[in-house]
Structures are given as C-alpha cells and as structure tokens.
C-alpha cells in the first residue's frame, strides 16, 4: 500500500495538483496531508485547520483517492468525520499521549474509519502497542502501524532513528497489524528514501507513507524531506523485492553452508567476550582492594576511541562501534559492581 501526499495541506491549489500528478501516476493508493500540525517549536506554520478538510473531500470526489489525515484529540477526529475523510493517523507526539489516544478511540466507537498508529517519539514499544490496542478494544474496524523512526539526542545522519527491531517487535506482538514505512520521517532528508524504503522491502513491510509535494522545496513544513509525484515514481521503480526462497539447489547448499560459518563467528564472539569480562572482574578486584572506584570517565573514553579508530579502518560507522562498545562497557561495569558485592 502507498501512501502519497504532502506533509501539509498548504493551498487548494497545491494539494489538487499534488493529487492530481499521483493519481496520474497510478501507484498511490491513498492520499496523505496533514491539516493540524503538530510542531516542535513555536511560530512555526501549524496547519489550514478544517478548510483543508475540504480540500481532501475534493481529492476523493475528484481522483477517486481515500484520503488520509492526522488527527490529535476529538475535536479533529469529529471534523474529519464530518468530511468524510477515509483514514485517520494519530501521530508520534499523540502517541505517547495514552489520554489523547483513549479519547480518539472512544470518539471513534461504532464508526468505520481506519486508523495508523505512528510510532511514539520515544523508543517505547509498550506504549505503541498499547495505543493500537486501545483502538483495536474500541472496535475500530482496521488499524495498523507506522514506524516513523524515534527520536535520539544524540546527533544522527538520520532525523530519527530507525531502531527496526522495535516494529519488528511490534509485528510479533500484535500478529495480524499491518506495518507501514514511513520514509520520509525517518531520514528527514529525500536523499535516504531509497536505502530506507529498500530496507522496509527486504524486511517484509505491508506499505509505506511518503511524503510527496507539487514543489518540495518550497513546502511549508518538511521541504527536506519531500519529493515530486515524478520522484515517487521512479523511487518505487527503484525498489527491488526478493523471493522468500529459492528452489535452486546450489543456492540453498551455499545459503547453509554460509550461515554455519556465520554461527561460528557468533560463537567466537561470545567466547571473546566472556573471556573480556573475565579480564573486567579481574580489574573489579584489584580496583576493590586499592578502593578505587568502578567508573573511570577518562578509561571509557580512551576505550572507546580506540575502537572507533580501528572501527573506521575496518569499515564500520561510528554508530554502530559507539552502540557496540556502550553496551559492552555497561556489562563490564555490572560486572565490577557485582565482584565487589560478593567480596565485601
Ligand atoms: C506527518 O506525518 O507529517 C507527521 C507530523 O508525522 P509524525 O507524527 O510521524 O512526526
Ligand atoms: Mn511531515
């Protein structure tokens, strides 16, 4: 399923021609643009309000499009009813708001109107299932969910951060739930929608949400990241989808063959690492015995530029080496704590 359309309704005039170019295009399934505006800072545009409503029947009645919007409390979700509007989307801030989703499912009781969850802001799986549960409990007929990527202090290429294990998880939790990519949100910038769409592909998602504007440049909200209906075009022409097998009897030979020298590697990892963690007790009771203390600010971080160092000549980002050795430092510092509990 894609999803096409402006981040924001703008003008009647941008929102039909953007309309108009991808029901030209034949491969939008629904249409998207946001009237209300959720906006991190202030004095920022924040929406046509209702008159784009309007715009969206238009778009339905004219190009036979559904049409989808956001919505963050009833008032919105009662208007968009008035107008007819096929889909609703609750958005990632409103996701984390567990009253505002409650009070949209209620005011959404006995209507047949989809609903696409986003992902919270927050890489909180619990309460992504959980507003999609509230909506599913309220009897809303179908909803699914859209990863919008999660938001990180720290500084990332992307403007939110994919984490995919979270929707993966998402999928395992709630069987059945469609999951839908949004691009858009995730890179921030229209030059990672291809790596990222790809990669929604190979991991088997129902659809995606892809912001799309008549001059992307010149968007009210989200210009960086938007493209033409043309663009959207030749993106989904890009995408290549694999076959979830093959009968080909050499590949499946090679494929066994590949992935048993890969579970020996993920053997020797955990042997390096449990011998590492032999070396970090150690040092947890020599540090115990001199009384000096676990955390040592300026060790973590001669540690972690070494692996960064090397990190880079062997190829790998600097997110992955600084998730990588985070995690193995925390483990060696529990460690520390746990040998001088047990010697005291
Ligand atoms: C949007 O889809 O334009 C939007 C505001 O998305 P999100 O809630 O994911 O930030
Ligand atoms: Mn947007």
């Not at 919270?120 to 859209?146: C, H, I, N, S, T």
């Not at 890969?262 to 020599?286: H, T």
Request: charged letters at 25%; a negative charge.
């Amino acid at each position: 399923m894609v999803l096409a359309g402006p981040c924001s309704a703008e003008t009647e005039a941008q929102v039909m021609a953007t309309a108009r170019e991808l029901a030209a295009g034949g491969l939008t399934d629904v249409f998207r643009a946001g009237v209300w505006k959720p906006r991190t800072q202030p004095d920022c545009f924040e929406g046509v309000g209702e008159k784009g409503l309007a715009w969206l029947a238009q778009v339905r009645d004219e190009f036979h499009l559904p049409v989808a919007t956001e919505v963050a409390n009833v008032r919105h979700v009662e208007a968009a009813l008035r107008y007819g509007i096929d889909i609703l989307w609750i958005g990632a801030r409103t996701t984390t708001n567990t009253f505002a989703v409650q009070e949209i499912a209620d005011a959404l009781r006995g209507v047949d109107t989809a609903v696409l969850v986003k992902n919270p802001v927050a890489p909180d799986l619990a309460l992504w299932v959980g507003a999609v549960e509230r909506l599913l409990k309220a009897g809303v007929p179908a909803v699914a969910a859209v990863h919008r990527g999660f938001s990180s202090y720290q500084k990332t290429p992307y403007r939110n951060q994919p984490l995919w294990q979270i929707p993966l998880s998402l999928t395992q939790r709630l069987p059945g739930i469609p999951l839908l990519c949004d691009p858009s949100h995730i890179g921030g910038k229209r030059e990672y929608l291809p790596e990222l769409l790809q990669r929604a592909v190979d991991l088997r998602y129902d659809g995606w949400m892809i912001e799309t504007h008549i001059r992307p440049n010149e968007a009210w909200s989200d210009a960086a990241q938007q493209i033409t209906p043309q663009a959207l075009t030749a993106l989904l022409a890009t995408l290549v989808r694999r076959a979830d097998t093959s009968s080909d009897v050499g590949f499946i030979d090679r494929l066994r063959q590949l992935r048993a020298e890969l579970d020996c590697f993920d053997e020797q990892l955990i042997d390096m690492l449990a011998q590492r963690m032999k070396v970090s007790e150690a040092i947890g009771r020599q540090k115990k015995r001199s009384g000096v203390a676990i955390l040592q600010p300026h060790r973590r971080n001669e540690m972690l530029q070494q692996a960064l160092d090397k990190g880079a000549a062997a190829g790998f980002t600097v997110g992955f080496i600084e998730e990588l050795f985070e995690l193995i430092h925390q483990e060696s510092i529990n460690r520390q704590i746990h040998v001088m509990g047990d010697e005291k």
